[in-house]
Nanobody, 121 residues
Framework: QVQLVESGGGLVQPGESLRLSCAAS????????MAWYRQAPGKQRELVAH???????NYADSVKGRFTISRDNAKNTVTLQMNSLKSEDTAVYYC???????????????WGQGTQVTVSS
């Protein structure tokens, strides 16, 4: 069993910052790519930021220059630092990781339960 648990969401005003964290736990052998997605009301889930196992990153155009994704392989965590937040960043943010477990079988994608980020004055 593998769990991804997000933390750090909340309500902030435009221009402020938030830091989201996601911790993976369970029968983990290896964690490959990790990512943050978000889903706003009435919209499809979209990729926000992605980080490979070698820590190369890419971002959605809408967050480039404002958000930074990073990972700590020793702690099995991924973090999303969000600066200069805008109202359009309001969404539920989901952590995602491709994980190989100690149970024999192919690596697969796991999702966290989501954390709400609301940007409003």
């Amino acid at each position: 069993q593998v769990q991804l648990v997000e933390s750090g969401g909340g309500l902030v005003q435009p221009g402020e910052s938030l830091r989201l964290s996601c911790a993976a736990s369970g029968s983990i052998l290896s964690i490959y790519a990790m990512a943050w997605y978000r889903q706003a009301p009435g919209k499809q889930r979209e990729l926000v930021a992605h980080i490979s196992s070698s820590s190369s990153t890419n971002y959605a155009d809408s967050v480039k220059g404002r958000f930074t994704i990073s990972r700590d392989n020793a702690k099995n965590t991924v973090t999303l630092q969000m600066n200069s937040l805008k109202s359009e960043d309001t969404a539920v943010y989901y952590c995602n990781a491709i994980i190989e477990t100690t149970v024999p079988g192919p690596r697969r994608r796991y999702w966290g339960q989501g954390t709400q980020v609301t940007v409003s004055s």
